[in-house]
């Protein structure tokens, strides 16, 4: 599934409905907000496209917004990139502990939960000794890895002038 341009700036210009930061301004990192945001649009461009007619709208930005709770596990930086690790295939414990880098076992065990909760992750155990468990992503992960992807290819692209307009504000 394609959601938007492969192009990052066309992602840009697409998430902000045309409106581009003047100067090429862009944050020093990308918020949790920001993210938020991104995945708003996202959603709301794959549910038009998929929309049913019985299917009930709900006002995206309403604090009563059922995908309020989604949007909130996606978006948080451990994550989005437990989602990014998993996208490479199914993973161990200790695997995704080596691959992000800096994240404690206890973040790690309480956001694979958390994804697990919300049906993006799946844990698969084993009954062998030592007892082996494996996550994997669903299809709603590895739809949910399309725009965090998007995302990551954009953040990678405008880093240097990100750190240059940081160096120059200070």
């Not at 993210?35 to 604090?63: E, G, K, M």
């Not at 309020?68 to 989602?83: E, G, N, P, Y």
């Not at 290819?153 to 002038?161: P, V």
Request: net charge positive.
């Amino acid at each position: 599934m394609r959601v938007v341009g492969d192009d990052s700036n066309e992602l840009m210009k697409t998430i902000a409905c045309g409106k581009v930061r003047a100067r090429g301004e862009y944050p020093r990192a990308l918020s949790q907000t920001t993210v938020a945001i991104i995945w708003l649009v996202t959603i709301d461009r794959i549910s038009h496209a998929s929309r049913a007619p019985a299917r009930r709208t709900w006002q995206r930005f309403s604090a009563t917004c059922p995908c309020r709770d989604l949007l909130d596990i996606v978006s948080s930086k451990w994550s989005a990139l437990v989602i990014g690790a998993l996208l490479n295939g199914r993973m161990r414990f200790g695997e995704l502990q080596r691959h992000l880098d800096g994240i404690s076992p206890k973040v790690l065990t309480s956001t694979l939960r958390r994804l697990e909760d919300f049906g993006i992750v799946s844990r698969e155990v084993f009954a062998e000794v030592p007892l082996r468990v494996e996550y994997t992503l669903t299809t709603l992960g590895e739809e949910a890895g399309v725009p965090l992807e998007a995302l990551r290819a954009w953040a990678e692209s405008q880093l240097q002038h990100a750190q240059r307009a940081a160096l120059t504000s200070r």
